[in-house]
């Protein structure tokens, strides 16, 4: 009974990934699209869409795939298939970022005027310091294909699919997204810790102001920024 129960979870799961595009391009060598990788892993890419911070799609993301260089791919299933047989699994908000992304930030963050997305993200944060507190910068380890942004999901006895309580959400500009900020609480804390002792027991390190961004250890590329849309 227990194996059907986690089948039909890991179904619910699959059943949220979108079909394959028919717009997807050849990748560089060492890049793969993480759908294909990992079929049954959930996506919900930001920034192809306005629920964001900058409140618009950003550039680069026309075709809203999810792309990782083939090492982090590997470790991210393995990742995957630890939570599998618990109902669980991994949702992704972000994986390679192209630099004109990255670009699209700054522009964003440099034009101090637009403030519309403050209440949402930044509440605590006056918008003229998010270069200096690190949550802005012109270069990402994203665009070195090797870094990701996500949590975990698992599957309700009704079918419905609910992240895990991780106190703040997605690209939370402040003190509450630290991993271990005490301005959650401590089933919130509990449930980081998950994510983070999978994520670096199979090869990634984690990032002191975000609970959600982890860079493979091993990056095949850890001098280049690529420029390639997804």
């Known amino acids: 009974m227990k194996k059907l129960l986690n089948a039909l979870a890991i179904m619910s799961l699959v059943a949220t990934v979108p079909a394959a595009a028919a717009d997807r391009h050849t990748l560089p ?8 990788a990992i079929p049954d892993l959930v996506l919900e890419l ?5 629920d964001n911070f900058v409140g618009q799609p950003i550039d680069g993301y026309r075709h809203a795939h999810a792309i ?4 982090a791919a590997t470790a991210l299933a393995e990742v995957q298939a630890a939570l599998r047989p618990f109902g669980a699994g991994l949702k992704v908000f972000d994986a390679y970022r192209p630099q004109r992304a990255v ?9 101090i005027g637009d403030r519309q997305t403050k209440p949402d ?4 944060v006056a918008k003229a310091d ?3 507190e690190g949550y802005i910068a012109s270069r990402s380890s994203h665009s070195r294909g090797s870094t990701v942004d996500l949590t975990i999901v698992y599957s309700d006895p009704d079918g419905s699919l609910r992240e895990l309580d991780m106190g703040s959400r997605f690209d939370f500009f402040g003190p509450e997204s630290w991993p271990d900020s ?3 609480t401590a089933q919130q804390r509990a449930n980081r810790a998950l994510l983070q002792i999978l994520m670096t027991a199979h090869g990634f390190a984690s990032y002191p102001q975000e609970w959600w961004h ?5 990056e095949p590329y850890p001098d280049s920024y690529f420029d390639f849309p997804n």
């Open 121 to 124: 993200y930044y509440p605590g």
């Open 214 to 218: 982890f860079t493979f250890a091993g």
């Open 130 to 132: 998010l270069f200096r």
């Open 182 to 184: 005490r301005r959650v």
């Open 29 to 36: 060598d060492g890049f793969v699209y993480l759908d294909e």
């Open 68 to 71: 990782l260089s083939a090492p």
């Open 103 to 111: 670009d699209h930030f700054v522009r964003w963050g440099q034009d």
């Open 46 to 50: 930001r920034y192809a869409t306005s």
